[in-house]
Structure formats: C-alpha cells, structure tokens
C-alpha cells in the first residue's frame, strides 16, 4: 500500500556524480526504515544504503566513503548521494521501503527503479 517513486538517475563519467530521490506515498507505517537496492544486467539485487526513522544507517561494503543516504521524514523522502562513481555502479537503482533495514528485501515495498550509467 505504500508507493515509492525514484528519480534522480542518468548518464554519468567516472568521478562524477549523481543525486537520487525516493518519495513515499500512500499508507504508512509510523517508523519504518528507508533504502537503496541496485541490481545489474544479470545479477541478483543487491543492497546498497539504508537508514531508520531515527537515523541509523548502513552500508554496504563496496560503497562505503561515496555514497551518502539521508532522509527527510517530514517529506516523506530518501535520498542518495553518490560521489566519485565508477563503472562498476551501473545498475538500475531501487527505493525500498520496511519495518527493518535488514529484512528489506524480504518483506518490503519497492519502487520502479531509475537507472544509472557510469562511463568510463
């Protein structure tokens, strides 16, 4: 019942950066957590950021340093700041909303995905 819708995504070279949204609408709960999963041509999705209503957040590994998630709960909103890119990147990036950062995948909403490309 909770809609997610992103934007933010593009065509970007290596070092360069890209800002993405996530706005949520519709029903929902008072202090779920808020993401980001990316999945690549041929791969399994795979998280990349997440914060709680209060503010806790995790990363994954690989970007760690570059990316930056934050949000705005008076908005409704998730973003993800992403610094110095690299090809490796590239990957349709989805919003994802639930009651823990670590169950994300299994019971959460998602959103429809903006993509970013990462040139070299």
């Known amino acids: 019942q909770v809609q997610l819708v992103e934007s933010g995504g593009g065509l970007v070279q290596a070092g360069g950066s890209l800002r993405l949204s996530c706005a949520a609408s519709?029903?929902?709960?008072?202090?779920?957590?808020m993401g980001w999963f990316r999945q690549a041509p041929g791969m399994e999705r795979d998280f990349v950021a997440g914060i709680t209503w209060s503010g806790t957040i995790n990363y994954a590994n690989s970007v760690k340093g570059r990316f930056t998630i934050s949000r705005d709960n008076a908005k409704n909103t998730v973003y993800l700041q992403m610094n110095n890119l690299k090809p490796e990147d590239t990957a349709v990036y989805y919003c994802n909303a639930a009651p823990f950062i670590t169950t994300m995948q299994i019971e959460g909403s998602w959103g429809q995905g903006t993509q970013v490309t990462v040139s070299s």
């Open positions: 519709g029903r929902t709960f008072s202090r779920y957590a």
